[in-house]
Nanobody, 119 residues
């Protein structure tokens, strides 16, 4: 069982930056990938980006490409989402997720952290 805990959300003005963290715990933690998603009330959860745990390959949604960066610290079992040039439309609850090896979808989720970008 993997537990994921996000932190770092908050209120920021448009154009500002925030860094989210996601700390993972569990007896064994060796996912295929770690991802970030976001959700606005009334809308479906949206993929933001992911990083392959054993390498450095990353993938981003077009809406955040060039503004958001995902990094990971394997020694700390932590993944980060650096968000720059934030826009009001980035306002959402952000979730981190872990995708186990051999699976095609994310199977462990954090509780989410609110990010609010004011105009």
């Amino acid at each position: 069982q993997v537990q994921l805990v996000e932190s770092g959300g908050g209120l920021v003005q448009a154009g500002g930056s925030l860094r989210l963290s996601c700390a993972a715990s569990g007896r064994t933690f060796s996912p295929y990938a770690m991802g970030w998603f976001r959700q606005v009330p009334g809308k479906e959860r949206e993929f933001v980006g992911q990083v392959v745990w054993s390498g450095r390959s990353t993938l981003y949604a077009d809406s955040v490409k060039g503004r958001f960066t995902i990094t990971r610290d394997n020694a700390k079992n932590t993944v980060y989402l650096q968000m720059n040039s934030l826009k009001p439309e980035d306002t959402a609850v952000y979730y981190c997720a872990a995708r186990s090896s051999g699976l095609n979808s994310y199977d462990s989720w954090g509780q989410g952290t609110q990010v609010t970008v004011s105009s």
